[in-house]
């Protein structure tokens, strides 16, 4: 991990656990402070904090926007593993597996308030344009749940719906992070958009790498068994790619209900190479990468202030090669 | 309906279906309008307009706290009856029996972040205050629905905490509906505060009523099939009444699964009678209903201003006698 990066970590952790959740009834609080802690990389309060840095603004005015981030995430992660059934998340029981569907559809709503709430505690100056960023982004994070939804039993995934379904998805959110960072921090209207683009940038290089790992990474560098999405019949870009020219095999191996996993996962993966869909993913993500890059070399602030937000892009380009 | 409440509902419908919502995909933003569509008395957004016109606001400045409550309402009820596993609401499937479980939770979801975007639209000078209310009350609704699950599994439910549940889960967003009103009408803090406790105080009488009309009701009065809550084994304040002195009576019926509904429904009614605990609810609610009345009186405004809301208060006191 990165110097600069771990201490705005260790600065997340501990506002993360310096206010536990409390309140009655206590099975609908609990849920809040188990998922919190279950860890994770904390990249979207850690950017907020980076957005304000960048701008010179005091790390502490960031912290509300750091934490409604954070618990925002958290609680789309609650309702996104009832939805797609997931048992675990980071190696423990997701959260309707350890209490219930109920409990956890409550306890989910309860968090995306609490989001609002944490929102509440930005200085007054900032918060109806924080306000704005923010509800704009939480839709659109549904927006793009829905589609992800909504393609798995769409047939024809285009690569442009599948970009689209990430940005949503994902990437505004890293947007949004590193913008109110910048917000707070009183950046000018266009330098937070110029920061914004640049999180959402990093966001789409950032998933569609996640996507090459899922089927050709380590379970040490991924932190989980590979080969996920190939199982779940995910339309990754891959999958887009290889279907443009092997279309009947594709198809072949999706529809294949007697093959077993690990022959599937290593079928589908040669096809992945075989098609130059690997290649053709990464590639795509460092285009990603280059436009976060460019973006950041657009903002008008210092270049030493840029050092933190440089690393953290190369270090996630990087992850795979 | 008194005519007073009829206009300002014709205002809002005009405003609720001025602008739909549209957004892609298309099958996550259908369910905010058909739920939207199947109309109800929207007492919530009529106590907003209420509020602001007693305190000679702009009725056009509360909209936006008006149609928060009622979208954020509306939310409560596409997940509640995901959790209650309810099929029909207001005579129509629920959401997600006409869609599935999934777009229920996720268009729901996103109608609690729409009630966020509508309250964003408030004048700024107002924004954080109503921000604050609206933000506590919506964590409380929640607290209020966990504590109603809870019940159903807890054998000892006392009345205070009955009250409580009913306090949470119904009365205090009536209390924020009214209260947000005042607050654009630039009412003052203490002021502000008593038509919150008059809502509030209105609300627990007017769901003790409920709770009495679900048992004795006609179906004409209720809009629904009478004896919900027997067949349920809910612990309304008639089934805590009853169970103080005719506890093995009370629940050998909560317990006989031989019984058909239609004689199930008339003993346990007969046990509320016999043990007055028909009469006991009613009084509970009169008192309620009276505490609202005082909290009115108490309001420094013109006493012609208070008539709009004193007849609704009579009207919701009155249905069921």
Request: aromatic fraction near 8%; charge should be negative.
């Amino acid at each position: 991990m990165l110097k600069s990066y771990s201490e705005l970590l260790k600065k997340i952790e501990q506002e993360i656990h310096k206010n536990p959740y409390q309140g009655s009834p206590q099975n609908l609080y609990d849920p809040l402070n188990y998922i919190l802690g279950l860890g994770g990389k904390r990249i979207r309060p850690v950017l907020a904090l980076m957005g304000c840095e960048l701008y010179s603004g005091n790390l502490e005015k960031a912290i509300p926007s750091a934490l409604t981030v954070e618990v925002f995430h958290n609680f789309s992660l609650i309702h996104d593993d009832i939805m797609d059934k997931a048992p675990v998340r980071r190696g423990k029981p997701t959260v309707h597996e350890k209490w219930d569907t109920n409990i956890a559809i409550l306890s989910g709503d309860l968090m995306l308030v609490k989001a609002y709430e944490m929102l509440q505690k930005s200085e007054q100056n900032h918060l109806p344009e924080l306000f704005s960023v923010f509800n704009k982004t939480a839709a659109e994070v549904c927006d793009g749940q829905q589609m992800d939804m909504n393609f798995e039993t769409q047939t024809n995934v285009t690569e442009k719906e599948y970009l689209e379904m990430i940005r949503l998805k994902t990437s505004v959110l890293l947007g949004c992070s590193l913008q109110m960072g910048a917000i707070v921090a009183d950046a000018s209207i266009e330098e937070a958009q110029k920061i914004y683009n640049l999180g959402v940038n990093m966001g789409i290089g950032f998933q569609l790498m996640d996507d090459y790992l899922d089927a050709f990474g380590t379970p040490e560098l991924v932190g989980k068994l590979p080969g996920g999405d190939i199982l779940a019949n995910k339309k990754t870009i891959m999958v887009i790619k290889a279907m443009e020219t092997e279309k009947g095999k594709m198809q072949g191996l999706f529809n294949d209900e007697k093959i077993d996993d690990t022959h599937k996962i290593e079928e589908v993966k040669t096809l992945f190479i075989k098609t130059g869909s690997d290649v053709y993913l990464k590639s795509l993500s460092e285009r990603y990468f280059d436009l976060a890059s460019q973006n950041l070399k657009d903002l008008k602030v210092d270049e030493s202030k840029k050092s933190d937000l440089n690393e953290l892009l190369v270090y996630l380009h990087n992850r795979s090669f």
